[in-house]
């Protein structure tokens, strides 16, 4: 059988595809899958590495990104004895698997190319880019079996569009389209059914031909002025980024632009 989640490699770019038809559920073998997954990405993006990724791409298989969590995963837990240890121990799993996906050094990139419910949502959250087609829509709709989102959904929600917005999508349990999300500022771009994998693919080629160095400075300056605010991301920036001035790709793009100009430059990621 096909692992439901699986890892591909386009040149410098790493693809984390969902596989598991027909509705792609998040069941206890997806849940390992991707849990193995984001490890390999953590592997394959390690700058140790001589053939390292330069970007990440997830994206699924099927009509639906996914349908969301298998139920009964939940069914089980509740059964149990020892229920409120379980879904703790589930949610800090979970919440570590969202994280080192969060935390890789490279862009990550989210494709939504329909409907995306609660993990695959709280996924997509975790990714530096959001892409929708035109009809794609998300939820977090755990309220239908008694829950809130817990792989980190709400909170980076919060983050992209604000603490009432994210209360708002999580207390209604609403579908919300592509474009209305755009507008809440989760969504980065909406774009046309026709060629919408291409296009996702073809951005996630084009941040891997970056200062990937520069870009995982990037992310680290960001996340730090967003969890401790924009003075504590100040005290990192000389550190994070004087170390640019000793990578190849700086003093290539430098030369690059004093001979020929800005734009002309090629990146290698080191």
Request: net charge negative; aromatic share 6%; glycine share 8%.
């Given at each position: ?121 709280e996924l997509a959250l975790a990714c530096d880019l959001l892409l ?127 001979a020929d100009g800005p734009g002309k430059a090629t990146h290698r990621g080191r």
């Open positions: 059988m096909t692992a439901p989640v699986r890892i591909e490699r386009d040149g410098d770019v790493a693809v984390l595809v969902l596989d598991n038809p027909p509705l792609n559920l998040f069941d206890a073998a997806t849940f390992d899958a991707l849990e193995a997954a984001v490890a390999e990405l953590g592997r394959l993006t390690d700058p140790a590495l001589a053939d390292r990724a330069r970007a990440v791409l997830l994206r699924a298989e099927g009509k639906v990104v996914s349908g969301g969590v298998d139920v009964q995963l939940f069914a089980d837990a509740a059964a149990r004895d020892d229920a409120t240890d379980v879904g703790a121990q589930l949610w800090t799993r979970l919440l570590r698997v969202e994280q080192a996906l969060e935390d890789l050094p490279v862009p990550t990139v989210f494709a939504a190319h329909a409907l995306t419910l609660t993990a695959a949502f929708a087609s035109e009809k794609a829509s998300f939820g977090l709709v755990e309220i239908v079996v008694g829950l809130t989102p817990s792989m980190g959904g709400p909170q980076r929600l919060a983050e992209r569009a604000g603490s009432a917005r994210a209360k708002e999508l999580v207390f209604t349990g609403q579908r919300y389209d592509a474009a209305t999300l755009q507008t809440w500022g989760v969504v980065n771009r909406v774009l046309p059914v026709e060629g919408f994998a291409e296009a996702a693919l073809a951005l996630a080629r084009q941040l891997a031909t970056g200062p990937t160095v520069a870009h995982a400075a990037t992310k680290t300056i960001v996340a730090t002025a967003v969890r401790d605010g924009v003075r504590a991301a100040d005290d990192v920036v000389p550190a994070v980024s004087g170390a640019l001035f000793g990578t190849d790709d700086l003093r290539g793009a430098v030369t690059s632009f004093l």
